[in-house]
């Protein structure tokens, strides 16, 4: 969050992307009410927007040309400005382009989005802000107000560090204290299939896939050299990056180097059910 406030502050423009259910519209709100509590609008003459894209309103007038009221603009799901003709054919308004003239912007969608931005297309050139799932610190410190150690160890164990299925979990539990955690489980699993399989559509090159299933198959972290050694390739850093940015695993670095771990268990079991691959 710092680092997205630092560079709207020096005027940078951004471009916001992660996969299904990361945070991407709770961070945009959140950044704004921190913007607007340091006083950026007073202090500095700038005013904050968020508009929303699922919204045919804001669709229209932004692509009109007509939405961009603010110093700052916090424009969210932009993938739907794309099923509206951008980039096939239809281009942004005079003046729409990587913040402009007195404008700044944080366009924020998902892999449709920033394939977009990042070819020749777009048009625009914009600083690139992945999103991720959770540390674990961070993971155990979303579950843990209101339950208890054995409750929340079995949140986690189930649920990884992704922060829609963490609180999936934990809000049924809390719901349900009583009854017993395996329900619970399956009950979210089932609910969570939807979320799965949008996480699943995501991943669309065969060398992601592969990764993936390697990941999968194994229990806990692994280096991403070894992965690369075991799946016959040079380098596996786009595929992880783009898993990353996807919400399917986590990358961290510890003692003995950077590791790769397919963490959510719920998912790995649902993708070992939906494609016949091993869990």
């Not at 299939?193 to 692994?222: K, M, N, Q, W």
Request: aromatic share 6%; glycine share 10%.
């Amino acid at each position: 969050m710092r680092n997205l406030v630092t560079r709207l502050r020096r005027r940078e423009s951004v471009l916001l992307y992660g996969g299904p259910k990361l945070g991407k519209t709770s961070l945009l709100l959140h950044l704004k009410w921190l913007l607007e509590q340091q006083g950026v609008s007073s202090s500095d003459g700038l005013t904050v927007q968020y508009g929303d894209c699922l919204e045919a309103e804001v669709r229209d007038r932004f692509l009109a040309g007509d939405l961009q009221r603010s110093s700052i603009l916090l424009l969210d799901n932009c993938d739907q400005l794309l099923q509206q003709g951008l980039g096939n054919g239809k281009r942004l308004a005079r003046g729409n382009g990587d913040g402009g003239p007195g404008r700044t912007m944080v366009w924020a969608g998902g892999r449709a989005w920033r394939e977009f931005i990042r070819s020749e297309r777009s048009g625009l050139t914009l600083a690139p802000v992945p999103l991720a799932i959770l540390l674990n610190g961070e993971a155990r410190a979303l579950v843990k107000p209101e339950l208890t150690t054995d409750q929340a160890d079995a949140i986690l164990s189930y649920g990884g560090t992704h922060p829609y299925v963490l609180k999936m979990l934990r809000a049924r539990m809390i719901a349900d204290p009583t009854t017993d955690p395996a329900h619970i489980i399956g009950a979210v699993q089932a609910r969570l299939a939807p979320f799965f399989l949008a996480c699943h559509e995501a991943v669309r090159e065969p060398v992601e896939r592969t990764l993936l299933d390697y990941l999968i198959r194994h229990s806990g972290p692994i280096n991403p050299r070894q992965a690369a050694q075991a799946l016959g390739l040079p380098t596996v850093k786009p595929a992880a990056d783009t898993l990353c940015y996807l919400g399917l695993i986590s990358r961290w670095n510890l003692n003995e180097g950077a590791m790769l771990h397919a963490s959510c268990r719920l998912f790995n079991d649902w993708y070992g059910a939906h494609t016949g691959q091993p869990g």
